[in-house]
């Protein structure tokens, strides 16, 4: 189906644009207008019909992803609070979207929507593009007449977790590029400058200290069998990455993690941020508590932390209090220990929760810059290290061969 951009102006006269797939230009104009959108400019989109083909085949690979469900909250926000209709406001968006996976979900809640399904059961039955708190935050703003606020709230906390994501990820950019470079320098070293250096020293004929023996035996090592090691380095980490996707393995990768120097408080604060934060939506919202560490426990991305959440929702179906169980559990800091007892003491425990969450993503701020700060310097004594045993095994023994040749 060929796309086509378009520009038009809505019912209060702003200027709006985007673009729409639809069977030709004709109908691209009755689709803007029955959305109260008076068209001034409609160009198709460019393009082979190859190129086409394979952007539409990439485009239905991918699955939507957190910067997906943040449009799309925030597209039904705005169309909810605007009085437009649920399924209307759902056509629109699956027009709009150039994901072609969430167009064909969406054109599939609206059948059950006109077959008569409610919104959140019908977005419930596509569980790997709407999370249990997605949906559970629907459903309560189907039942308290308050989904646009629902929205409004899931795509502020969504906004948030893309947040927090990014600024790790970039905190663990440079570490990684430094020891790709590093990597890839000394299997360089090893395979061609080493080598040389082997032959010269074996003219000598002189005995070699031995980390210059432990150099050449590597660079020989090395360039004679580089197959097995590029062989044995990917079979051990498809090894690994098989192993941390079973359910024992990524419990004990995502408890290794959290137990990090320098790494790992950063991926305790976040997981303690993304607790309190969904927790305060979730009870604010009406939630019952042991719906909301279900869905906390979905949300949290972290297998271990999952476990002791779901481990503590059991102790409160058998009667205990939710700060006994907290403390319990091993898992959080002095500081929300004694929030969770005081909300728990005067009925606010929603309100207590979210000042938490703002209190450990601006702690996650400054850890990810500390984080930053405290790799950078860890990177640079591990290449002295390199430079000194290179150091040590080529440049002493050139040093002594060059002191024996001024004596002669």
Same mark, same amino acid.
């Given at each position: 189906?060929?796309?086509? !951009?378009?520009?038009?102006?809505? @019912? ?36 082979? =019909?190859?190129?086409?083909?394979? &952007? ?35 056509? *629109?968006?699956?027009?709009?979207? !150039? $994901? ?16 008569? &399904? ?9 569980? $790997? ?9 629907? !459903? ?34 440079? +570490? ?6 590093? #990597? ?9 400058? #080493?080598?040389?250096?082997? &032959? ?18 590597? @660079?020989?090592?090395?360039? $004679? ?29 995502? =408890?290794?993690?959290?137990?990090? +120097? ?5 991926? =305790? ?32 991305? $972290? ?17 205990? @209090?939710?700060? !006994? ?17 005081? *909300? ?32 950078? +310097? ?21 040093? @002594? ?8």
């Amino acid at each position: 189906m060929p796309e086509y !951009h378009y520009v038009g102006r809505n @019912s209060d006269g702003s200027q709006t644009s985007g673009v729409m797939r639809t069977q030709g230009e004709g109908e691209c104009v009755s689709q803007l207008r029955h959305r109260n959108i008076i068209p001034l400019k409609i160009t198709p989109v460019q393009g082979t =019909r190859e190129q086409d083909a394979f &952007k539409f085949e990439l485009s239905r690979k991918k699955i939507p992803g957190i910067p997906d469900l943040i449009q799309f909250s925030r597209q039904m926000a705005a169309l909810v609070n605007a009085g437009v209709p649920i399924i209307k406001s759902l056509q *629109g968006i699956g027009e709009i979207t !150039h $994901n072609m996976i969430l167009a064909e979900v969406l054109g599939t809640v609206i059948s059950q929507l006109q077959a008569g &399904k409610s919104f959140s059961v019908a977005l419930r039955d596509h569980p $790997n593009i709407f999370p249990t708190l997605f949906v559970n935050m629907i !459903h309560i703003g189907e039942e308290t007449g308050r989904l646009a606020e629902a929205f409004e709230q899931l795509y502020r906390y969504y906004e948030v977790e893309e947040k927090t994501r990014k600024q790790i990820k970039s905190a663990l950019r440079y +570490p990684k590029i430094v020891f790709s470079a590093i #990597i890839s320098a000394m299997f360089a070293l090893n395979y061609f400058v #080493i080598p040389v250096f082997a &032959k010269m020293f074996a003219k000598m004929g002189s005995e070699l200290p031995l980390a210059t023996k432990i150099l050449i035996a590597t @660079s020989s090592f090395t360039k $004679n069998y580089w197959y097995l090691i590029i062989a044995g380095g990917t079979g051990l980490i498809y090894g690994f990455m098989h192993y941390i996707k079973t359910p024992d393995g990524r419990l004990w990768w995502d =408890r290794q993690m959290m137990s990090l +120097p320098l790494i790992g408080p950063v991926i =305790r604060q976040a997981v303690l941020a993304r607790f309190a934060r969904t927790f305060a939506m979730a009870t604010r919202s009406g939630v019952p508590i042991l719906d909301t560490l279900i869905a906390i426990s979905k949300a949290v991305d $972290n297998a271990y932390v999952a476990k002791v959440i779901l481990e503590m929702r059991g102790n409160i179906e058998r009667g205990e @209090s939710l700060t !006994h169980v907290a403390y319990s559990s091993g898992l959080f800091t002095p500081l929300v220990l004694q929030m969770i007892s005081v *909300g728990e003491e005067t009925g606010s425990l929603d309100a207590m929760m979210m000042n938490v969450a703002d209190f450990y993503e601006k702690e996650v701020e400054f850890a990810v810059d500390a984080l930053s700060a405290g790799i950078e +310097p860890i990177m640079l004594v591990f290449i002295g290290l390199v430079i000194m045993v290179m150091a040590l095994g080529i440049f002493v023994p050139l040093a @002594s061969l060059g002191t024996s040749m001024m004596h002669k």
